[in-house]
């Protein structure tokens, strides 16, 4: 079992920047695939980027895509979002999440397939 503590989140004017931690307990954090999503008011999850657990492969949504970068760091148990250029559509409260896998290349996009998440952290980017 693992439990995840976002962090870094903040108001940002547009074209700014932020980094968001996702720290994780326990010691295997190196097995988990994690991921980012967000939920901005009145709109559904949504899928940000992945990473596999040996940080090997990443994934990101086109919407972040070429402004955002995914990134772990398994000694320190921990995941980073930087994110450039905001928008005010990058508004949202952004979660992390974790999901146990065998392969290490294995990166996940469906929040359905995650079982463990943080309580998530607000981003407002204002214009």
């Known amino acids: 079992q693992v439990q995840l503590v976002e962090s870094g989140g903040g108001m940002v004017q547009a074209g700014g920047s932020l980094r968001l931690s996702c720290a994780a307990s326990?010691?295997?954090?190196?097995?988990?695939?994690m991921g980012w999503f967000r939920q901005a008011p009145g709109k559904e999850r949504e899928f940000v980027a992945a990473i596999s657990r040996n940080g090997g492969v990443t994934y990101y949504a086109e919407s972040v895509k070429g402004r955002s970068t995914i990134s772990r760091d398994n000694a320190k148990n921990t995941m980073y979002l930087q994110m450039n250029s905001l928008k005010p559509e990058d508004t949202a409260v952004y979660y992390c999440a974790a999901r146990e896998v065998g392969t290490a290349s294995t990166t996940i996009s469906a929040s359905s397939l995650y079982n463990y998440w943080g309580q998530g952290t607000q981003v407002t980017v204002s214009s």
């Open positions: 326990g010691r295997t954090f190196s097995s988990y695939a």
